[in-house]
């Protein structure tokens, strides 16, 4: 994990004139493909992963929530699998510091991440920010396809 940390931290310095490599904006396949091949031209086997949006989970306050398509990336798998994304902040209305402008870390990092802001997670479809208090681990879940949305994550 830390040498994809490092990789991205070099290639965001070095090619700093090729535009921001990353977002709070929902562009996760733009992003996500650019900093995939950034990280392939220098040997690691980052893949690309969508999860399908074709899904749901409810806000504590009982609201239904659609899923969207999310892209970001994966490198290794199980246990030992990392994820790489780019896009993390969109998912956070006014993203504190705290949250990485690249997320990288493990299943686990990530639930920590989101029960660590869980009042601030939201889900933007279409345009329409869903706002409502999300459960943080379903919330990961949902976006990045663990549990029972691991059926809808395909590693492209």
Partial sequence: MERIKALVERIER??????PWSTAEALCDVYSIKLMEALQAHGLDARLTQMDGNTSIR???GKLAFGKSHYYLTQGSGSREVIVDPTIRQFF???PATVPAVFIGTEA???RLFRE???????TVDSDPLTGRYEPDSFADLTHGFGRHAKLRVVL
């Fill in 14 to 19: 070095e090619r700093a004139g090729e535009g």
């Fill in 59 to 61: 806000t504590t306050d």
């Fill in 93 to 95: 209305r006014g993203a």
């Fill in 109 to 111: 990092d990530l639930k």
């Fill in 117 to 123: 802001h869980a009042d601030l997670l939201q889900m």
